[in-house]
């Protein structure tokens, strides 16, 4: 999964970015308002955490020309600002979440992952498809109850996958979903790791079709 972090605040902002990639995810980090605004307007993200408060353009207004073009991958706004009509305005511009400051890293990111799995129809922290099992709170996966030692890598792809089971996944969103910005985006590369998780999951697990991508079943079976 790969976030967009909108936050001015330098100590926030890096033990945020630390905790989401502890957490298994990609994580993109802007710092003012009209960087915020574009960087969520032309990337795909699984999700972004706002500051309400950013130098240049407001994360409200942020987060209204988003809705606005359409972009719809779930917001959770962050922010010093506590009153309850604020969280309400936020709300109805079409954020999915409100967390004010301070706050504790653990709530952040049950929250974050809670509307992750909203936006993809998950409901369960526990992913299943078949004999394998991703547990998305302790990052870890099995099969058959025999755990398996990812990369981190080879846990965001299955974890995308999972996420959206049932959905053929072109190689081309894996490779926009699993890396920051500052990370060459080499679509072959998502052909090795996919080759390395058979080899560690079963060959069964991830199926292929040709020509359009990659699929990991969803009816627990």
Known sequence: MR???????????ADVAAALKASGMAVDVVREGE?????????????????????????????????????????????????????VEGINA??????????EMEELLARLRAILRRSTGQAAPVLR???????????????????????PLEYRLLAYLMHHGGRVVAPTELTEHLYDSGNDRDPNAIEVIVA??????????????????????????
């Not at 498809?129 to 990369?151: N, Y």
């Open 129 to 151: 498809s078949g004999p394998l099992l991703l547990d998305t709170l302790q990052m870890r996966v099995s099969v058959q109850g025999a755990p398996v030692s990812l990369s």
């Open 35 to 87: 960087e915020a605004w574009f960087a969520g307007d032309v990337e795909n993200y699984d999700a972004a955490i706002l500051d309400l408060g950013l130098p240049k353009l407001d994360g409200l207004t942020i987060l209204k020309r988003w809705r606005a073009n359409g972009r719809r991958f779930p917001v959770l706004i962050l922010t010093a600002r506590g009153m309850w009509t604020e969280r």
């Open 3 to 13: 976030i967009l972090l909108a936050e001015d605040e330098p100590r926030i902002a």
């Open 196 to 221: 390395r998780l058979r080899r560690k999951l079963g060959s069964d697990i991830i199926k292929t079709r040709r020509g359009f991508g990659y699929l990991i079943a969803d009816d627990g079976s």
């Open 94 to 103: 079409g954020a999915d979440d409100y967390l004010p400051k301070p706050f």
